[in-house]
């Protein structure tokens, strides 16, 4: 979810392993055509969406308050061009998604991915402060006209729009609390709109949730230390690693609770969206190597390792010390391999390089790993820069992000659910050129070419019927074998 500025962000969901790392550009136009029929049957193509990004109407139909509402208008100055989400897309309004999902008919894809907005269903937070019955509505019938083109529903359960009532009542993620509210919100849920939704998500990208919410402060609520930014309260030592526990426990909570009661029945699935970049060493030196390491583990392994072993990475408990919160021995069990399929949101890359200095007296999540990130090395972009600084084309990437799953967290089915480029908004242009869009063509048939190479190689390294390339300090990982391909 890209939340600075003005920018369009188009959406896909990837399931690949690839090989290669640069970021090397390659031209649609003199390449081979790539169709449907270049994909194995069954595969799927989607759009993604977020409810705070594109429904609108905020305070219309009985909706309460998210801390996206709040933040934006506490803090106009940390959106680039101060804008909120009160009106955004005006998804809400069945004249808008209905033409929008036409258009996805149109084009021909086969999913859609959206968030249901807590606040939306939930004004004050819980099942005892009432249900929205006009919200419930809205995805009733947003579910309902998906269907109906042919398209299944793939549903966020939270994409960070936190009941503000919550974070008034206790904190919101700061508190135990949240994952007894959080699991009654997701049973009523599952219980209104399962019997037609097939794939579920608990979070998304909580790793970003985490660590520019608590940490850094320029993502809701906006909380850090004094010394990290321009936040009124909060300590960007310590609050970061207590929401990513109450967060992990709320994940553990929602998929024990569908697996139990309602998996068998509705015969859905239920996974997580993470979020990742890949990372390379800056050189080949070994304090580098152990950078890119440690990066990959603060990032994705923060949130994967517990998920998939019971508990955080060695490498996290080691530097945060008795900041990080210990997991018991019956909330370890209840993690270990506690999704159906994993979602991997991929933008990016980006160069590590060891921190040789360390502040002790200002500590924070944003510099515990010891790593020092840059898109630049010898004054070169890791890729072709686009209208968000931070976000670089490097296709190659994502082929290293799931075979860096595939081979360390026992190869579970493997979801892309946002990737995408960032163009600025430039009014001058006429619809014609506008509907050009070469940035974005070449970027989707980068994507999709190393996609399909990453297919490919999957069946290659099958055949040589490798027993076990996998990894990890946990004692219960997945069985290999296929890898599902998919793109939302």
Request: aromatic share 14%; charged share 20%; with cysteine.
């Amino acid at each position: 979810m890209a939340t600075r500025g003005l920018h369009h962000l188009s959406f896909l969901i990837l399931a690949c392993i690839l090989s290669s790392t640069d970021c090397a550009k390659q031209s649609y136009e003199s390449a081979e055509t790539l169709n449907r029929s270049s994909f194995p049957a069954g595969f799927v193509f989607g759009a993604s969406s977020a409810s705070y990004q594109s429904e609108g109407a905020a305070f219309q139909d009985g909706r309460g308050l998210s801390i996206w509402d709040t933040f934006t208008n506490n803090y106009p100055e940390k959106i680039d061009d101060h804008s909120t989400g009160a009106v955004a897309d005006e998804f809400y309004y069945s004249y808008n998604y209905k033409k929008d999902i036409l258009l996805m008919k149109n084009i021909g894809l086969d999913a859609f991915r959206f968030s249901i907005s807590w606040p939306r269903i939930l004004p004050k937070g819980k099942i005892s402060g009432g249900v929205n019955r006009l919200g419930v509505q809205f995805y009733n019938n947003l579910i309902n006209e998906v269907l109906s083109h042919g398209l299944q529903p793939y549903v966020t359960l939270f994409h960070w729009d936190l009941p503000q009532a919550l974070d008034d009542d206790y904190g919101g993620f700061l508190s135990p609390k949240i994952v007894d509210d959080y699991l009654d919100y997701v049973d009523f849920c599952f219980t209104t709109f399962g019997d037609r939704v097939k794939h579920w998500l608990t979070l998304n990208e909580p790793y970003e949730f985490t660590v520019y919410g608590y940490g850094s402060g320029i993502y809701a609520p906006g909380r850090c230390s004094e010394y990290i930014g321009n936040c009124t309260s909060g300590n960007s030592a310590t609050e970061p690693y207590i929401v990513g526990h109450h967060l992990i426990l709320s994940h553990a909570a929602a998929v024990t609770l569908y697996r139990e009661k309602y998996k068998v029945s509705q015969k859905g699935e239920i996974g997580i969206t993470l979020s990742s970049k890949w990372i390379v060493p800056f050189s080949k030196n070994t304090a580098n190597q152990k950078a890119a390491q440690r990066a990959l583990d603060f990032m994705l392994g923060w949130f994967l390792h517990p998920m998939t072993y019971g508990d955080y990475p060695k490498i996290m408990k080691s530097l945060v010390g008795n900041r990080l919160p210990n997991f018991t021995e019956l909330e370890s069990q209840i993690l270990k391999n506690s999704y159906d399929f994993l979602g991997i949101n991929y933008y990016t890359s980006f160069y590590a390089a060891n921190a040789v200095f360390f502040n002790i007296s200002k500590l924070s999540v944003t510099t515990d790993n010891r790593v020092i990130n840059s898109d630049v090395k010898n004054g070169v972009p890791i890729g072709e820069p686009t209208a968000l600084s931070w976000l670089h084309i490097c296709p190659k990437g994502i082929g290293k992000v799931v075979l860096y799953i595939k081979h360390n967290y026992g190869n579970p089915p493997i979801i892309i659910t946002e990737n995408g480029v960032a163009e600025a908004n430039n009014p001058t242009l006429s619809l014609k050129e506008s509907l050009e869009d070469e940035l974005r063509i070449t970027y989707h048939y980068e994507h999709l070419t190393y996609l399909l190479k990453a297919i490919n190689y999957h069946r290659w390294w099958l055949g040589f019927h490798i027993a076990d390339l996998r990894s990890g300090d946990g004692d219960n990982q997945r069985d290999g074998g296929r890898m599902r391909i998919t793109l939302v």
